[in-house]
């Protein structure tokens, strides 16, 4: 199925049992893969994804399963959402 | 770094590798499966003959494969456009 990048956004994303992640507020794509890398989430849902203070988090699109009226992740275990989070924060740090 | 985000792309001047403008960047179209990146809907300039290109309402819309950068501007390869629009 072919879909328009632009209509990704603002749409909920969801794991697949369920639990509400947040909202897509953009998308990354990889120009020389030519690919989607990630999907920019906002408005996280706490209690499915510690963000901190962080405004949001970006996630590899490779988790995603479905894409529909809504977007459906794998589930993963919060604590390999954080481990991920991390390790993009400390690449961050890294960088500075 | 290759990786970039589709909403700073809105309004981005789109020409070809001659030089000539083809338009304003309006969209990506990808795979939902994949994630690959299939095509590159465009605003075409007033000037530019579409008659060359594949076609949607008011837009024409580029193979992925004939993108060649993106950065201040979109580059797009001409040559490869009209080699998939006569196969």
């Keep these: 199925m072919e879909i328009e990048l632009s209509s990704l956004y603002g749409l909920g994303l969801y794991t697949d049992r369920g639990i509400y992640v947040g909202k897509i507020e953009d998308v990354s794509v990889d120009v020389k893969e030519k690919r989607i890398s990630g ?4 408005d996280v849902n706490p209690n499915a994804f510690n ?3 962080k405004k949001g988090v970006i996630l590899p699109y490779r988790w995603v399963t479905a894409i529909g009226d809504i977007v459906l992740i794998k589930h993963v275990r919060r604590r390999a959402l954080e481990r991920e989070a991390e390790e993009e924060e400390e690449g961050e740090k890294r960088r500075k | 770094m290759e990786k970039i985000s589709a909403q700073k792309l809105d309004d981005k001047k789109v020409v070809d590798s001659e030089g000539s403008e083809v338009g304003v960047y309006q969209n990506i179209v990808a795979d939902a499966g994949t994630g690959m990146l299939t095509g590159l809907v465009v605003k075409p300039a ?7 290109f ?3 309402d008011d837009y024409i819309i580029i193979p992925f494969d004939a993108v060649k950068a993106i950065k201040d501007v979109i580059v797009v390869d001409s040559e490869k456009i009209r080699a998939q629009v006569r196969a």
């Design chain 1, 39 to 42: 999907l920019a989430v906002k």
């Design chain 1, 51 to 53: 963000v901190g203070k």
């Design chain 2, 46 to 52: 007033a000037e530019l003959n579409t008659s060359g």
């Design chain 2, 54 to 56: 594949r076609k949607e």
